[in-house]
C-alpha cells in the first residue's frame, strides 16, 4: 500500500511538473529523461481565412489543459523531400502541411521558474518557401541538456508567408505588405517574453540563431525596430542581408503579388483568400509566379537595410556567424569559361577590374570556375557575415566550418555541404544517419558547448575548448572549424575589405 502511495505521489508530482500554465491557458508536455518536452504550444491564431496575409493575431484563450506533445502541422509548401546532399534527417517532415502552422516547442531541464535558464530559439531555413521545425537535426534535446531552454518555431513560407501586394499594403493599417514570415518570427518572440519563465528560462537573456533562410531571418530580426528588446544575442548561421541580394523593395514585391493575382485569375485579395491553400501552392510553383522573399517595406524592415545599419540604428547585440565551404554552391552556376569571367569581371567592375583580378585571379578555364565559386561563397555568406560583425558595436565572433562529413554508403560525397553544420552546432548527428568517427564527436561536442556558452554569456569560449578569438576589421579573426580547430588571422581580408568598399555594384 505504502509503494504504491509512493509510486502514485511521484507521478503526480511528473504530472505538476509538466503543466504550465501560460498565459493563454495550461499546456502539458511529456517528461524524457530529465527534460520536459512541449511540441506544438500555438503562439498566434491560425493564419487562415480572413487572417491570411495579415500580421499574426494572439492566440484566442482555452480553459482546460491543452496536450501539446507532437509537432504541429508544418507551414504550407511543396510536399518535402529529400533531394541533392539533403537526407531525409534535414527535411520537414511530408504530412501534415497546413495554413494552420504556427506553433513553437520547448525543451527545458528546469524544474523551477526560478532556475532562469538562457533561452535559445531555432529558425528554420528553407529559402523562404520551405521548412518546419519538425526536422530530425532540428532537435533540441541535447542542448536543452547543456543548460539552456531550447525552442524552434514555425513560421509561414512561400506565397502565403511573403506575398505584398498593394491591396495589402492598403488594408494594412501600417502601409506594408509581405513579410509575413517575420512578424510570425516576432510573435514568437513576444510568446517568449510573455511565457518562457513559466519553462524555467530567463527572458531577459533570449537568443536568436538559424542557418540559411534562418539566418536571413536572424538578419531581418536583427534589423527590424518591431522585434527590439526581444532577444539579446544572435546567431546567424550562413547567410545574411548585408550583401543586399536575394531581396527587393515594397514597390518591386508589390508588382510580384499583382502579377501573381492575374496568374491566379483573381480579381481582389478577397477572391485570393478564397482560394485553397493548396491550390495557391500550386499556382505558386508556376515559373510565371517568381519568387517570394524579403521585402524592404520600411516597417518590418528599413528600406535600406546597408545606410540603417551603417547609422547603427539595428538591434546591437553580441553575434556569432559564420558560413560553410559549400555554401557558395547555392549561387548559381559556377561553371564558367575564363574569357568569359574576364569579361565579367571588366563589365562589372570597370576601371577596378584589375584589382579584383588581383585578388580573385584566374588564367585558365579551371581557375575561373574556382574564383566564380569563391565569389559566390563570400557574396551569400562571408560578406554578409563580416558587415554584420563589423557594423555592430557589441563583441563579434565568426567562423568557417570546412569539415567534411564522413561517407555514406551508397551516398555521395558532396563535402561540407551547404547545412552540415547545423547537427554539429546543435548536437544532433546522432539523428543523422551517418558513420561517425570519434573525431565528429569531439567536433560536435566543441561546436556546441560553444554555441551554448555564447547563449549564456555573449562569448563562446570555456574550460576546455580552443580560444575562439573576437573579430575585428585589423585582425580579421575567424575560428576555422575544420579538420582542425584554430584561429586564422586574416582570412579573405583582402576580399572583405575591396567587396565592402564596392558594395554598391554588387
Excluded at 528554420?124 to 518555431?153: P, T
Excluded at 555554401?327 to 569581371?345: A, C, F, H, T
Aim: a neutral charge; aromatic letters at 12%.
Amino acid at each position: 500500500m505504502k509503494k504504491l502511495l509512493f509510486l502514485t505521489l511521484i507521478s503526480l508530482s511528473s504530472l505538476a511538473q509538466n503543466i504550465v500554465a501560460t498565459v493563454n491557458g495550461k499546456v502539458e508536455g511529456y517528461i524524457k529523461e530529465n527534460l520536459r518536452i512541449f511540441k506544438g504550444i500555438p503562439f498566434a491564431a491560425p493564419p487562415i481565412g480572413e487572417f491570411r496575409w495579415k500580421a499574426p493575431q494572439p492566440v484566442k484563450n482555452w480553459t482546460g489543459v491543452k496536450k501539446c506533445n507532437s509537432f504541429s502541422a508544418s507551414p504550407i509548401q511543396n510536399k518535402p523531400a529529400p533531394f541533392y546532399c539533403w537526407s531525409e534527417e534535414f527535411i520537414a517532415k511530408p504530412e501534415p502541411l497546413s495554413e494552420d502552422c504556427l506553433y513553437l516547442n520547448v525543451w527545458t531541464t528546469s524544474k523551477s521558474t526560478k532556475e532562469k535558464q538562457p533561452v535559445m530559439v531555432w529558425i528554420y531555413g528553407g529559402g523562404l518557401s520551405s521548412g518546419s521545425a519538425n526536422c530530425d537535426i532540428y532537435d533540441g534535446e541535447e542542448m536543452a541538456k547543456k543548460g539552456v531552454v531550447f525552442v524552434s518555431v514555425n513560421y509561414r513560407v512561400g506565397v502565403l508567408g511573403f506575398m505584398a501586394h498593394p491591396e495589402l499594403t492598403k488594408e494594412s493599417g501600417y502601409h506594408a505588405s509581405g513579410n509575413y514570415g517575420f512578424l510570425d518570427q516576432i510573435a514568437a518572440l513576444k510568446w517568449v517574453q510573455k511565457n518562457i519563465a513559466a519553462f524555467g528560462g530567463d527572458p531577459s537573456n533570449v537568443t536568436i540563431l538559424g542557418q540559411s533562410a534562418g539566418a536571413f531571418s536572424v538578419n531581418a530580426l536583427i534589423a527590424s525596430p518591431l522585434a527590439k528588446g526581444l532577444f539579446h544575442k544572435a546567431i546567424p548561421q550562413s547567410g545574411g542581408l548585408l550583401s543586399r541580394m536575394l531581396s527587393q523593395n515594397l514597390t518591386e514585391a508589390e508588382k510580384q503579388g499583382v502579377k501573381f493575382m492575374e496568374l491566379a485569375k483573381a480579381n481582389s485579395i478577397a477572391d485570393l483568400r478564397k482560394i485553397s491553400a493548396d491550390e495557391m501552392q500550386r499556382l505558386s510553383n508556376d515559373r510565371n509566379a517568381g519568387r517570394f522573399g524579403v521585402t524592404y517595406d520600411n516597417y518590418v524592415l528599413p528600406s535600406d537595410i546597408l545606410a540603417y545599419f551603417k547609422a547603427g540604428k539595428h538591434n546591437q547585440v553580441p553575434i556569432m556567424t559564420g558560413w560553410v565551404t559549400g555554401d557558395g554552391g547555392l549561387m548559381g552556376n559556377s561553371n564558367i569559361s575564363l574569357e568569359n569571367y574576364l569579361k565579367e569581371v571588366r563589365e562589372k567592375y570597370a576601371d577596378k577590374a584589375e584589382t579584383f583580378l588581383s585578388i580573385f585571379p584566374a588564367t585558365n578555364d579551371d581557375e575561373a570556375k574556382a574564383m566564380k565559386a569563391k565569389q559566390g561563397l563570400i557574396n551569400f555568406a562571408g560578406l554578409p557575415s563580416h558587415l554584420l560583425a563589423t557594423l555592430t558595436n557589441k563583441p563579434a565572433y565568426l567562423y568557417q566550418f570546412s569539415h567534411v562529413p564522413p561517407d555514406k554508403p551508397d551516398f555521395p560525397n558532396y563535402g561540407a555541404f551547404h547545412t552540415s553544420e547545423v547537427p554539429y552546432a546543435l548536437h544532433t548527428l546522432h539523428l543523422w544517419n551517418r558513420p561517425w568517427q570519434q573525431f565528429d564527436k569531439d567536433l560536435e561536442n566543441t561546436m556546441s558547448s560553444y554555441w551554448v556558452n555564447f547563449a549564456k554569456t555573449g562569448n563562446p569560449n570555456g574550460a576546455g575548448l580552443p580560444e575562439w578569438k573576437a573579430y575585428d576589421k585589423s585582425s580579421g579573426n575567424i575560428m576555422s572549424l575544420g579538420d582542425k580547430i584554430e584561429n586564422q588571422k586574416g582570412m579573405f581580408k583582402k576580399e572583405f575589405d575591396f567587396l565592402e568598399a564596392n558594395i554598391g555594384g554588387e
